[in-house]
């Protein structure tokens, strides 16, 4: 099969079509025949060496995330037969014509979307829902800040945050990402590089602050972070692209009896992601379907223009997902 590999820790020229043996099922796996995978911003720390896969995940090729059909399916498998639609979350191998998945971790592709629409969920809808409703414990009426909200994770939390009855705040680094974000549903976006986000939450909740905070930055954000709080409040961390030393007032974490949590998918255990995956379909799989929730897709590439593709999300010009094609 085709396959994008990395061929050595670098910018975006070192992603390069290479030939792969096509991966074999295991048992409880099916594979797949992709026709689209999405990019995230891991696949890019894949890339420069910063996030070297788990053990059982494919050395060389990057992707989190795909759709296409099953064409053949391991011999524990019980819920999908051959020629059926999915998306799936992956370890990684996900650039590629063929991809495995554990059969728990795939979902129906709901009619009303393409390939392209299915390969831009699993990656941000797991980890959004893991991270801001499991972990977070995100409430309806209750109101969230998450940064990046222009992201392919700010795209899927404002929507899901807004779906499920929740106040949404995001900072984004252009009027036209904050304009973007509120016309996605957000109740405000703050522009982080002309406006003081924790000024203006404070002016926002009347000086309450917020009850849960989606946070990949880190770095100088924390101490606005624990100051955007309200009593009782969650930090949810799931990455720190300013910095993973912080300064820390733990005077106010107990003050306001804060929580500081966060999470890294990827390695965690089959069983974790399958029900996580069983949640999705029941509680936002059908605001797909009825078109509450949609995929937002900034721009496709055909998979031998993977470094272009690279090259846009490392500019952070995008809003939304950027998604692979493979035409077979
Ligand atoms: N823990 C997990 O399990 C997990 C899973 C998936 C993703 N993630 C993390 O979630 C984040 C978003 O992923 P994604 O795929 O949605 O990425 P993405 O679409 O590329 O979005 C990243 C956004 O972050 C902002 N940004 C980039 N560099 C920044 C910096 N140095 N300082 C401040 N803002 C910066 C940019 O928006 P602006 O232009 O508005 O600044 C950019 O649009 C990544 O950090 C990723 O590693 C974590």
């Known amino acids: ?22 991966p074999q099922c295991q048992p409880n796996e099916v594979l797949i ?7 995230n911003r891991p696949d890019v720390f894949q890339r420069k060496g910063n996030y070297p896969p788990p053990p059982h995940a494919p050395a060389d090729i990057p992707g989190l995330e795909v759709a296409g059909i099953i064409t053949e399916i391991g011999a524990s ?29 795939c979902l129906p592709i709901p009619e009303n979307l393409s390939y392209i629409e299915a390969a831009s969920l699993p990656e941000t809808f797991f980890t959004v829902w893991s991270n801001v409703f499991d972990r977070g414990k995100l409430q309806p009426g209750e109101t969230l800040l998450v940064h990046g909200g222009s992201s392919g994770i700010g795209v899927t939390t ?8 929740s106040k949404v705040y995001v900072t984004a680094g252009s009027d036209e990402k904050c304009t973007f974000c509120e016309q996605l549903g957000a109740d405000k976006a703050i522009n982080y590089k002309t406006t003081d986000f924790g000024e203006e939450i404070k ?10 905070i989606l946070d990949m930055i880190g770095g100088d954000y924390m101490p606005r972070n624990i100051d955007s709080l309200a009593v009782e409040g969650r930090l949810v961390m799931i990455n720190a692209m300013k910095g993973r030393e912080v300064q820390l007032d733990l005077g106010k974490v107990m003050a306001k009896r804060l929580t500081i949590t966060g999470s890294m998918l990827r390695s965690r255990e089959i069983e974790f992601k399958a029900a996580i995956a069983q949640n999705l379909e029941q509680k936002i799989w059908p605001l797909l379907s009825s078109g ?30 950027i998604v692979l094609t493979f035409a077979h």
């Open 77 to 105: 498998v019980t819920r999908w037969k051959i020629g059926d639609k999915v998306c799936a979350l992956v370890v990684g191998g996900g650039y590629a014509e063929y991809c495995t998945a554990p059969e728990g971790q």
């Open 158 to 165: 404002i929507q899901m945050a807004k779906a499920l009855g």
């Open 1 to 22: 099969m085709k396959a994008i590999v990395i061929t050595q820790p670098g910018g975006p020229e070192v992603l390069q079509l290479a030939e792969r043996l096509t």
């Open 203 to 212: 002016k926002l909740t009347d000086g309450k602050g917020v009850n849960v």
């Open 292 to 321: 509450k929730i949609k995929p937002i897709i900034y721009k496709t590439f055909d998979a031998k223009d993977a470094s272009a593709a690279h090259q846009l999300m490392e500019s952070s010009e995008h809003t939304g997902k």
């Open 33 to 39: 025949k992709v026709f689209a995978a999405g990019i």
